[in-house]
């Protein structure tokens, strides 16, 4: 019975022109969406290895510049690349690069704020400065037209111009009558006129964008991502049975057309642009970061009580520095970064505890907020797009803590010729420890997308639950 | 009830056992007792309110009872709804249509939620033509179609239908009066064959002419119920008047 229905309604459907409008338009956006978004991993690609080979040739010149002076070649004591504390601070740097996973294209997320690539030197990781791609303001404003843009936030407004109105229409048009005189529940013509909706929009969703993916993006085939691919079709799946669900559940309210397109409007209104925002809102002012300019002030005063408590004097040095003669920089500067370096390590142990409350406020609102995603299917959706295309806030925070622990690597590494005053060996200098990302586990990745997907199950299951229960009690005869 | 009586109510294919609807406290339909044999066109007549159509969607679910009962074929409408929809063919006042099908298509589309999906489409231009439908009109879309020709579109999904019981709502309301008489005989036919019909009707000419039975509705009660046989035109139209101005 319902495949008749479906293809009664494929029927009436195919000779609508606005069919034939609103098709096409998802289609080309869809596509778009996967263009764009391949595009920018496409980029994003280019720029982490331009990065990556700055940072080994960067090795590669100061090899090569001590193999020039241990050939003889005259130099400067500037000019020496075995400095240990020069060569941490400022002339070596290594670019802690998080390549774009094959599925990357799916969900473009934050480029400002989660960058693909960041340099790591001896300075603290909040003083590095950010060295992401150089990206229109504009365009960060708006927001990236990717794909999970066009899944969000554009697919459930198909649904809602398809389905908004499947049942009162039939009631306004007086069909209603004819069609439940005949042997077939309400529930059951709803289920058929949704299940073709659900095959169209559903199914050119699910379609174009994993024939899209795969097409642009072959690599996934090679790295292992196919899964990633699977559980964006269940994803897209349950995200528009949601929608679809409360098509049925508004309908069953035996409310007007108008009065329907309104409602379903407001719904999406409150929960694809509203409730996300208000939760981050909601997040920030629960547990609000101190400001910056805290952070800078409790900084300097580490600064000044690290100094204070060593006894170093920097005027005195900094005026030995400027005496510029060689034999004198050189007895100064050894001396100068083996009482620095501590010192600055010992400043940022005093400031620890600030930067502690800083991280753990960022964490309670990052947890909060992830909660709170509950409260509406569109941001588990955003979230778990996010996830598939290793983009997420977690995906970020799980690379950057990898970043962190190389800055403590390069740190020691740098840090143990600076304190047994010696320069760094040839050796030292061809083995300067590289960062490499590492994805996090499939397995914590998936448990993650495994309470997204129940999340939407849940969702789409309360407002069919809803919709089918209350058409239970329809009554036909009311106008 | 005598042995006499139980037979034939248990026989009757439409029945309606003290049945009652209120909309808002208000009583729409008072106990309503009727029972109506195979073969028996029964008309329903009264005012605008006065609970025809009230009775019609009762016996279709398409509305509940406060009290009583609704039976189809035997089978309680309420307990059974989608098998007693098997049993009957509705025609509404007004017949509204897919509008961007064509005739034969909205009765291929009916007639197959009807579970009568093996019709060739020669049957189809048949029943068409049977309820009156010009050939050339079959394949035009229904957005072009008059009321009158909606309305032999839903007597053509009745024929299709092949239900042992009609509910009819003023369904000759829109058509011409050639239409109307060929109808009637389409409604005495089907009578021929065993059908029962209970129609709601404000045309008490086509009632007398029609009908086997006739019955007098008045604020939701049955106020009589009697043979058309037993009484003339003018006394059919005497009588109803009567009722009105009580």
Request: hydrophobic fraction near 45%; charge should be neutral; proline fraction near 4%.
């Amino acid at each position: 019975m319902i495949k008749k229905i479906m293809v009664n309604e494929w029927r009436l459907l195919s000779r609508e022109w606005a069919t034939y409008i609103s098709i096409p338009i998802y289609v080309l956006l869809l596509a778009y969406g996967i263009a764009s978004g391949t595009t920018w991993k496409n980029f994003v690609i280019e720029n982490t290895l331009e990065a990556r080979a700055l940072a080994d040739e960067g090795i590669q010149k100061k090899v090569a510049k001590l193999d020039r002076i241990l050939a003889g070649e005259p130099y400067s004591y500037r000019e020496d690349p075995r400095l240990a504390a020069p060569y941490a601070r400022w002339l070596g740097y290594e670019f802690a690069i998080k390549p774009p996973m094959p599925t990357a294209a799916i969900s473009v997320g934050q480029s400002d704020l989660a960058p693909s690539y960041l340099k790591v030197q001896w300075k603290p990781m909040h003083k590095q400065r950010n060295v992401d791609e150089v990206e229109n303001p504009q365009n960060l404003a708006v927001g990236a037209f990717d794909l999970a843009f066009v899944l969000v936030y554009l697919f459930p407004l198909l649904i809602i111009a398809l389905s908004y109105n499947i049942l009162s229409a039939e009631r306004e048009d007086g069909t209603q009558v004819l069609l439940l005189s005949q042997p077939l529940s309400v529930g059951k013509f709803v289920m058929g006129k949704i299940a073709l909706r659900g095959v169209l929009i559903i199914g050119l969703a699910v379609g174009i964008s994993l024939v899209g993916l795969l097409v642009a993006n072959p690599d996934i085939f090679e790295a292992n991502s196919l899964w990633r691919i699977g559980i964006l079709a269940a994803i897209l799946i349950l995200y528009g049975a949601f929608w679809f669900g409360l098509a049925v559940a508004v309908n069953a309210l035996e409310m007007k057309s108008a009065t329907n397109a309104l409602v379903m409007m407001a719904c999406w209104l409150v929960l694809v642009p509203i409730t996300p925002a208000v939760s981050n809102i909601s997040a920030k002012s629960l547990y609000p970061l101190p400001s910056r300019i805290e952070l800078v002030e409790a900084v300097r005063r580490a600064d000044e009580q690290a100094a204070k408590e060593s006894g170093f004097e920097r005027a005195f040095y900094a005026d030995l520095l400027r005496k510029s003669e060689e034999a004198a920089l050189e007895a100064s500067t050894v001396d100068f970064y083996l009482k620095t370096l501590p010192l600055e390590l010992h400043a940022e142990e005093i400031a620890g505890p600030v930067f502690d409350k800083f991280n753990n406020q960022k964490r309670q609102q990052r947890e909060l907020a992830g909660n709170l995603k509950y409260l509406s299917p569109a941001a588990v959706t955003q979230i778990a797009l996010g996830e598939l295309a290793n983009h997420s806030a977690l995906n970020f925070e799980h690379y950057k803590a990898q970043v962190e622990d190389y800055h403590k690597i390069w740190r020691e590494y740098f840090m143990k010729p600076v304190m047994e005053h010696r320069n760094l060996t040839r050796d030292e200098m061809v083995n300067v420890p590289r960062f490499t990302y590492v994805p996090e586990e499939q397995s914590v990745v998936l448990s993650r997308l495994l309470k997204d997907a129940l999340a939407l199950i849940l969702f789409a299951a309360v407002t069919f639950a809803f919709g089918f229960n209350r058409l239970k009690n329809y009554s036909p005869a009311k106008r | 009830m005598s042995k006499s009586q139980t037979d034939k109510a248990n026989q009757s294919l439409i029945r309606a056992v003290q049945l009652c609807k209120k909309y808002n406290g208000q009583p729409a339909l008072n106990s309503l007792n009727l029972n109506i044999a195979p073969g028996e066109i029964y008309c329903l007549l009264g005012a605008n309110g006065a609970g025809k159509s009230t009775t019609i969607n009762l016996f279709l679910d398409f509305i509940k009872p406060n009290s009583g009962h609704a039976f189809i074929d035997g089978m309680d409408v309420q307990k059974h709804p989608i098998e007693t929809k098997k049993s009957l063919a509705y025609i509404p006042e007004i017949v509204m249509l897919y509008r961007n099908l064509t005739g034969i298509e909205n009765l291929r589309y009916f007639s197959t939620l009807a579970g009568h999906n093996h019709y060739t489409d020669e049957e189809l231009y048949g029943f068409l033509d049977h309820a009156g439908l010009q050939n050339d009109a079959s394949n035009k879309r229904v957005g072009g179609y008059s009321k009158g020709m909606r309305q032999k579109v839903g007597i053509a999904i009745a024929i299709a239908k092949k239900a042992k019981v009609l509910l009819l709502d003023e369904p000759t309301s829109g058509l011409d009066p050639k239409a109307s008489n060929e109808f009637s005989e389409l409604l005495l036919s089907m009578s021929a064959n065993g059908v029962s019909i209970l129609m709601a009707t404000h045309d008490l000419f086509r009632a007398k002419e029609t009908g086997t039975r006739v019955g007098i509705m008045k604020h939701g009660n049955l106020v009589d119920d009697l043979h058309t046989e037993d009484i003339g035109h003018a006394d059919l139209e005497a009588l109803y008047l009567k009722h009105m101005h009580d």
